[in-house]
């Protein structure tokens, strides 16, 4: 049997008793294999989904009916390598599930594999990853950037032919931009409203779990498994679980805002495909109307500064002790906890430790956190602004289209950061927001970003399923 058939499709078959479970798993066991060999979309495959495939049965019931989940490596899985793409975690096992993994795995879906990324979840490209590890591949260009850091996640939920959602996390636009960049759908919920229990901190205040899919029906499918209040998470959000594909059949017409800020400085192809969806929606009833984001400027130094201070803060626990790496010990303890963190660490993380070290060093605290965490104020209040006048914001997701690798190597760390432009805003201010795919230039995939007020993930899921069916899905390459 084909199993290369929409979530939807699957879920319709499997309560029809029309999937052989155990071909299914061997199959799919396989094929992420090969996958595995062409893209780096892997650091770890779950060889229990490949053992288990003779026996799989449907989970009766179950929301999402054995479905295949790849979860991001910095989401822990009980039994399985869990190391956030770094060396200095090297063969850490997790005897727990994260609260998302648990969810899901109660609702039938079952663990894939563990998907590439850029070392903690440093970097926009998935280059920056930790010693030893394999940079993620473009499906639809091997030479080309998956985006980051969810960078394997994208891969996989792109070049995947058979049925698959993943399971991410973004801090600055970690889903957003492998969405953006692969052609797939990326929806990063509101702050809080997923449990960040288990998941290996890069920034606390930024962190979110959300979801890679190739459409938006299948990102709020895994949403609704994950989300809702979690009693181990100071931080989640008294909420209760909700079924969010729901709203992928809402066809309300929106008031839709357009930042102009947003359009500065971007590709030339990336602004023609954007508009052309804004415009699409018009043509559909949508009304949109542009407006001023004014601290969109200061975004990405205030978000820099906030996530490396607290990066810093929550890599200091890695010491070559408790777990991960470590080295035989040989003089003091200073010296040994040195030399395991110059050797563990990449290039990427060392500097975002001093960096944020530095920021929050007694004198410089006021000059720089403290202004950074006035300006995320300031962002939140524009946006609040924007949305007692507006539904949603449109804009595009990345300033441009998947870089060459080459490329990639010839920028400077700040260049690097400056790419974050268009998704740190969103994320600074803890809002959900959506990238579907827009379009293709120079056959590469350009993203539609979608943005709603905090706990209004309803507004950008139908928003984004209806522009699926206006628009038509995109085509994939062979892999």
């Known amino acids: 049997m084909n199993y290369n058939i929409s979530v939807r499709e699957f879920l319709e078959k499997a309560k029809a008793g029309d999937i052989d479970f155990a071909d299914f798993s061997a199959k799919v066991a396989k094929e992420a294999e090969r996958l595995n060999r062409k893209l780096n979309c892997f650091i770890t495959i779950n060889n229990e989904f490949a053992k288990n495939a003779k026996s799989a049965q449907p989970a009766k019931g179950k929301s999402l009916l054995y479905l295949p989940i790849s979860i991001k490596d910095n989401i822990c899985t009980r039994g399985l390598a869990s190391t956030a793409g770094s060396k200095i975690l090297h063969n850490y096992v997790p005897p727990f599930d994260a609260t998302s993994v648990a969810r899901i795995k109660k609702e039938g879906g079952q663990v894939l ?12 490209f998935s280059v920056n990853v930790g010693v030893g590890f394999k940079i993620p591949k473009n499906p639809f260009d091997s030479e080309r950037s998956a985006g980051g850091s969810s960078g394997g996640a994208g891969a996989i939920a792109a070049a995947a032919n058979f049925t698959h959602i993943a399971l991410a996390e ?10 953006s960049f692969c052609g797939v759908v990326g929806l990063t919920p509101t702050y809080g409203l997923v449990s960040r229990y288990g998941l290996i901190d890069y920034a606390n205040s930024l962190d979110k779990i959300g979801c890679i899919g190739k459409s938006v029906y299948d990102c709020s499918l895994l949403l609704s498994a994950i989300a809702g209040h979690d009693e181990k998470d100071s931080t989640s959000l008294h909420e209760k679980q909700q079924n969010y594909t729901k709203y992928c059949d809402e066809g309300k017409k929106m008031k839709i805002a357009v930042p102009k800020e947003y359009f500065q400085n971007i590709g030339a192809e990336v602004e023609k495909e954007v508009w052309k969806a804004i415009k699409l929606l018009e043509k559909e009833g949508y009304s949109y109307e542009q407006v001023s984001l004014p601290s969109t400027k200061y975004a990405v130094s205030a978000y820099y500064i906030i996530a490396m201070s607290e990066a810093s803060t929550n890599l200091a626990k890695y010491c070559g002790m408790r777990y991960g790496f470590a080295k035989p010990l040989e003089g003091n303890f200073n010296e040994y906890f040195s030399s395991v963190r110059a050797e563990g660490f990449g290039v990427e993380a060392k500097r975002r430790i001093i960096l944020g070290t530095y920021a929050r060093m007694a004198g410089y605290r006021d000059a720089f956190y403290m202004k ?64 579907v795919p827009c379009g293709l230039a120079k056959g590469l995939p350009v993203g539609l970003h979608l943005l709603a007020d905090h706990l209004q993930e309803g507004k950008i899921i139908s928003l984004g399923s209806q522009y699926e069916e206006i628009r038509g899905g995109i085509k994939y390459p062979k892999v």
Do not use: C
Request: aromatic share 8%; charged share 20%.
């Open 113 to 124: 594999g563990k998907t590439s990324m850029d070392e903690f979840g440093f970097g926009g």
């Open 372 to 435: 950074a965490l006035k300006i995320r104020t300031l962002i939140i209040q524009d946006f609040k602004k924007v949305f007692k006048k507006f539904d949603a914001i449109a804009a595009p997701t990345m300033p441009m289209l998947p870089p060459k690798f080459s490329e990639i190597e010839r920028l400077s760390p700040l260049e690097n950061y400056q790419a974050d432009i268009l998704t740190v805003p969103a994320n600074l201010a803890g809002i959900p927001h959506i990238s």
């Open 170 to 179: 973004s801090t600055g636009g970690s889903i957003s931009a492998p969405a």
